[in-house]
């Protein structure tokens, strides 16, 4: 990239080691660095940028950490353009090499082609393609086909602190003049294959906690003659879904959006090699064994998982040990039409009865901690349409119509708040291994990523 625009590579942006989930100085300051490293490059491009304190994050155990800012960046405001606003985040998960990774995971290093990093494909890679494609048109000396916002958040990674409260504010300032709204945030379903996102799941994440006092017993003295919290727990945990994944929580699939077949054929129409996708996964076997049944149990049916256990004793070794509290954590996946608040009281009414027919004397409480509403945009939207037509041009392939059965808050957010269309387009592909070890980005991806973006801009000043 031309250094007058000030190009930052990717290599650069990976160097910077911006984990927001590990709530500690260090990285805090990395992610100060991270947006100000963003901000500058937006700028050298033309860019009016605007970095937004966002405060500071009350931790749980009392400290309290500042929020790197939200870049707010403008391009462009001619009238007679529409307007398209990018989101992306340049904060990451955590790594460590000790963790399993082969490479530094904050030193990109290409290996036959893939270029592996922390943060290669979640989300700096994608944010770089963008900027690399308005940076192609300031190279060529040409207008950018339409006018360009960013919206850039460093907290992604822990939950998008703040950013909801920011979106309201700038509701009338500036989303004002924004027409569409794009997300590159996700991987496609293919290792080749482009695809479009349209939806992504819900979650609301659950604690329950047992309690028979606040320290532990031993086994060998008090085990026989107490309510064990881990039985009771193990007994609540269990009854939430069987083993054929079916979720066992009364009322739970009444709101599902009901099947079509239209919609059926949706799924039929999309490529994926479930052999493949099984390998790569390293599974021996799903729960489903076709490709329709994968994808709906993946997008368009709920689903819960059983995440941890705290206060559990989990060291290697045999200690006797009885917890006198634990704290189960489970989370379901929503799907249209599923209501948070809804599944709220079904999971807690239904934990209730499993415990009370247990006749402990041990304390429970439910709560939901996380309630993040499932989102899906309608495909008709002019920006679909002028995604697929780039597609078209720059790979030379209709885009898999794809969900994501994880959840993109900020999408659902964006509809609801803005009220302007929201689409995904993802550039990466399904083996990159986002949140992973060995997180990864092709290096064919990102390039031609980069002219998918610049051909989207061309696009969609000609269906605007
Ligand atoms: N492919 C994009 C994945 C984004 C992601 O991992 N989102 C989290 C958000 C979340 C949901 N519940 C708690 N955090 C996810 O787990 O889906
Ligand atoms: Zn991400
Ligand atoms: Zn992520």
Redesign the pocket.
């Known amino acids: 990239m031309d250094p007058k625009l000030g190009g930052m590579t990717l290599k650069e942006w990976v160097a910077i080691e911006s984990d927001s989930v590990q709530p500690v100085p260090r990285f805090r300051q990395e992610l100060f660095r991270m947006m100000a490293v963003a901000a500058d490059t937006l700028q050298r491009l033309g860019a009016r940028v605007t970095s937004v304190d966002m405060g500071s994050q009350q931790l749980p155990d009392g400290q309290s950490l500042p929020i790197p800012p939200v870049i707010l960046a403008e391009l462009g405001n001619d009238p007679t353009k529409g307007t398209v606003c990018f989101y992306g985040h340049l904060d990451v998960q955590p790594a460590d090499q000790g963790d399993g990774w082969l490479t530094d995971p904050y030193v990109l290093t290409e290996v036959d082609g893939k270029l592996y990093g922390r943060g290669a494909t ?1 989300n700096k890679g994608p944010v770089l393609a963008w900027i690399n494609a308005v940076s192609a048109f300031r190279a060529l000396e040409q207008d950018l086909p339409v006018n360009i916002k960013f919206i850039i958040e460093g907290m ?2 822990a ?1 998008s602190v703040a950013l909801e409260e920011l979106v309201e504010k700038e509701k009338n300032r500036f989303f004002s003049g924004v027409d569409y709204i794009v997300i590159s ?3 496609w379903i293919s290792q080749r294959k482009p695809a479009i996102t349209y939806g ?4 609301s ?1 659950f604690t329950v906690e047992v309690k028979c006092r606040d320290q532990d017993f031993h086994s060998g003295t008090f085990g026989g003659i107490l309510h064990e919290p881990m039985a009771d727990l193990v007994a609540l945990l269990g009854s939430l879904v069987d083993s054929s994944g079916h979720i066992l929580v009364p009322g739970i699939y009444d709101e599902v959006a009901p099947l079509t077949e239209e919609e059926i054929n949706t799924y039929k129409a999309i490529h994926l090699d479930l052999e493949e996708y099984r390998n790569s996964s390293r599974v021996e076997k799903f729960l489903f064994d076709t490709k329709e049944e994968i994808l709906m149990h993946l997008w368009r049916y709920p689903s819960l998982s059983i995440h941890g256990i705290e206060g559990a004793f989990d060291e290697p070794g045999a200690k006797t040990v009885i917890p006198g509290q634990v704290i189960g954590k489970f ?1 379901i ?1 929503l799907v249209p039409h599923m209501n948070v608040s809804v599944v709220e009281k079904q999971v807690t009414r239904h934990l209730e009865d499993v415990f009370s027919k247990r006749n402990s004397s041990n304390k429970m409480v439910v709560s939901m901690t ?1 309630g ?1 509403h499932p989102w899906i945009a309608n495909i008709n939207d002019t920006q679909y349409l002028a995604a697929k037509r780039a597609i078209r041009t720059v790979f030379g392939t209709e885009p898999d119509m794809i969900r ?6 900020i999408a659902k957010m964006f509809q609801e708040i803005v009220h302007k269309s929201v689409v995904l387009i ?1 550039l990466g592909a399904v083996d990159d291994g ?2 992973s070890q060995n997180e990864k980005i092709n290096r064919w991806n990102y390039i031609e990523g980069t002219k998918l973006f610049a051909a989207f801009f061309l696009e969609m000043a000609q269906l605007h």
């Open positions: 979640d992604e990674e939950g945030d996700n991987l992504t799941r819900g979650n994440y989370s996946r996380l993040l994501d059965g994880s959840t993109i808050p993802p986002e949140h």
